[in-house]
């Protein structure tokens, strides 16, 4: 059993990544080239449309915390507008996230679309939280009403796209899906 401040120390010192949760450590797996091209055209359309706002994205190396549940974990994407809070003065552990994007695998979506989402809600500063499938076209946008519920939209066509309204940034399915290899 770990303490928050030793999986810290430990992972701070790692050459691979791992999450933390209730007291244990799990180590996080590579992922295939449709995967990493998904990854690689959602940081792409954030940043050129952050240019000249307070706005950064960051890629699955920035860690973020969930302060309710003590899970440390890196969503593939993360983009926060604004002040950005860090856990200490290492800067890699952010708190405070606008929008968390998960790149969906076979193996990972099943935790990923239910506990780790369910963690995620608890998160004050989440306004969305996008899954995108890495094996077929197909993206689900949940989007925090003011009320607390979740609205859930989903989109499946190329001539789709997704207004991501915590960031203020529209994708088109068809720039998130470029170059990607669904059949591999």
Known sequence: MLTEEQYLEIERAAASKSEYYDGEMFAVAGAKQAHNRLVANLIGALHRQ?????????????????????????????????????????????????????????????????????????????RENLLVASDRLHADLYSRQTDGRWLQTAVDTLEGSLKLESVNVEITMSDLYEKVDLAS
């Open 50 to 126: 952050f240019r000249s706002r307070p706005c950064d994205v960051y890629p699955s190396d920035m860690r973020i915390m969930v302060p309710a549940t003590g899970l440390y974990t890196y969503p593939d994407v993360t983009a926060v507008c604004g002040d950005q809070r860090f856990l200490d003065d290492q800067n890699d552990t952010l708190l405070n996230p606008s929008l968390l994007i998960e790149v969906l695998s076979p193996s990972t979506e099943a935790y990923d679309r239910g506990r780790k989402f369910e963690q995620y809600q608890s998160i004050e500063s989440l």
